[in-house]
């Protein structure tokens, strides 16, 4: 009874170390297309008996075991969730004879450990795991190694956690960072910003200690001369607290009611897992922020999607004043007219954004299915395959790609990585309204691999409306913007580039 009994707790509790596991409920759910992967018949590598004699270098440990170093993630679970058959397990499974053969087998498995030469590993994971044999009741262990290949860096932290890699918890800053932190500096500080030059430098990413003012430059908002600065924010925020008084109380008015009904239920739907938007502080920002934007823009007025472009702007701006974790701090403690000033700087950048992309907002968003087709076109001339995939199981462009151009693609990737993105839509010419196309594009292809595993209609739209992006960082979003930016200057002055 004891040993079926541990037999159901192993069956019941896949959760063994190194397993992937679902995140159900977060906004990026991490799909992990590997999980889903088959293999042809017969085909599946095989666990080969590991030999036992003790590794004298960690090249020797690796050659002894490299029949193991390509098993994939699913053998892992297969390996250690599935419950052995009962005629495989010992009979003593819980006498004195076994447990002695599992301490030793336990100190073996410490000796090898501590045989390995760690300095010549770095890079690798190990993760190890214990089984019993079948016929001989002993331990044997297999050693999976997963070679990494980007420079050893901090985990990057799930979907709560919207800082950059520069925020707090990394390493000291680099040599390298501090040179570029230091160009920002001298760019910010001089009489005239040089504006151009201040977007070259921000195309690879903005420092964290820059990004509110390169932000407010970038977008218009701010003038390039030092001098002007401080008097347009003065006005410009008056401005925005003059609309305030002027229309807000007409949230109730019969012709806004439905405006501002649907503005109150999207809201709190906004990053839903960040404790920052969960705040009725910020919520009630958020309101007044797109409920004066939409009155003010009647062609458009207010369109579900555009609450997630606030969010950037407003983490960004409230990160000037703030050096814990942003996500869980308490915006009420700060001063009333630091909390009054954030806003009113998000209010005026999300209008800078969207008038370069207000026809995704009009009737009928003629934008968005303009750009949907347009990427429609350009995937058919970069990877016919996964174009030709598409329409063998009939999956339209518009079903996964609305989300990406109306939402700025903020829906697939994580807020961190969304700010980063940002940065250099900031500094391209047209970023959010021609370069974005590109971006999309490179994200389609991201997941080439993933795309054309997949066999059926289902399957296809829940890869392309859940990507496996909860992990990403800087790292990952410069690649995206490096292919982005080569699809851009192979195809967009050559419209007859690769078309068949």
């Not at 990026?28 to 004298?56: C, G, I, Q």
């Not at 020797?60 to 969730?81: K, P, V």
């Not at 044999?133 to 985990?155: A, D, F």
């Not at 504006?195 to 003012?213: D, M, N, Q």
Request: with cysteine.
């Amino acid at each position: 009874m004891a040993t079926e009994n541990r037999i159901n707790f192993w069956r019941r509790n896949a959760k063994v170390p190194g397993s992937v596991q679902p995140v159900y409920g977060a906004q990026h759910p991490p799909l992990d297309p590997r999980l889903r992967r088959t293999y042809p018949k017969d085909t599946k590598p095989k666990f080969n008996n590991l030999k036992s004699k003790k590794a004298s270098s960690f090249h020797e440990f690796a050659r002894s075991t490299n029949d193991a170093w390509d098993i994939d993630d699913e053998e892992d679970e297969d390996f250690l969730g599935s419950p052995a058959p009962a005629s495989s397990l010992p009979s003593g499974l819980h006498s004195t004879s076994t447990q002695n053969q599992v301490a030793k087998g336990h100190s073996f498995f410490t000796e090898q450990l501590q045989a390995l030469s760690w300095s010549e590993a770095t890079g690798d994971v190990l993760m190890c795991f214990f089984c019993i044999h079948s016929s001989s009741s002993r331990i044997r262990w297999v050693t999976q190694r997963k070679q990494q290949s980007l420079p050893v860096r901090p985990i990057i932290p799930l979907v709560a956690r919207i800082s950059d890699q520069n925020a707090s918890g990394a390493p000291p800053m680099t040599v390298r960072e501090k040179s570029r932190l230091d160009k920002f500096k001298h760019l910010l500080a001089s009489p005239n910003t040089d504006l151009e030059e201040l977007r070259k430098h921000s195309w690879s990413g903005i420092p964290r200690e820059v990004r509110p003012i390169t932000w407010r430059l970038l977008s218009g908002y701010l003038p390039a001369n030092k001098e002007r600065r401080e008097l347009v924010l003065k006005r410009k925020r008056e401005e925005y607290f003059g609309f305030i008084e002027q229309y807000y109380h007409s949230r109730t008015d019969e012709h806004y009611k439905d405006t501002y009904r649907q503005i109150h239920i999207d809201i709190p739907r906004t990053n839903p897992l960040i404790p920052l938007f969960q705040q009725p502080v910020v919520q009630e920002v958020f309101e007044r922020i797109l409920f004066i934007w939409a009155i003010r823009h009647p062609a458009s007025g207010y369109v579900q999607g555009i609450n997630d472009l606030v969010t950037p702007f407003f983490v960004v701006f409230l990160s000037e004043f703030v050096t814990e974790d942003v996500e869980n701090f308490e915006v009420a403690a700060l001063p009333l007219d630091t909390q009054r000033n954030i806003e009113a700087d998000s209010f005026w950048c999300m209008s800078k954004l969207l008038d370069g992309i207000q026809d995704n907002y009009t009737f009928a968003q003629p934008g968005i299915q303009n750009k949907v087709k347009a990427l429609e076109e350009l995937v058919s001339r970069i990877d016919e395959d996964i174009h030709n995939h598409f329409k063998k199981y009939e999956v339209e462009y518009l079903q996964f790609a609305f989300r990406w151009m109306n939402n700025l693609l903020m829906r697939e990737l994580p807020l961190r990585c969304t700010i980063r993105l940002w940065d250099t839509y900031q500094a391209e010419a047209e970023g959010f309204s021609h370069f974005h196309l590109y971006v999309c594009a490179a994200f389609l292809i991201e997941w080439r691999k993933e795309i054309l595993s997949m066999v059926d209609f289902q399957g296809l739209l829940m890869l392309l409306q859940n990507v496996p992006t909860i992990h990403w960082g800087n790292e990952e979003v410069g690649l995206l913007l490096a292919e982005a930016y080569r699809l851009k200057y192979m195809f967009a002055d050559a419209p007859s580039h690769y078309k068949r």
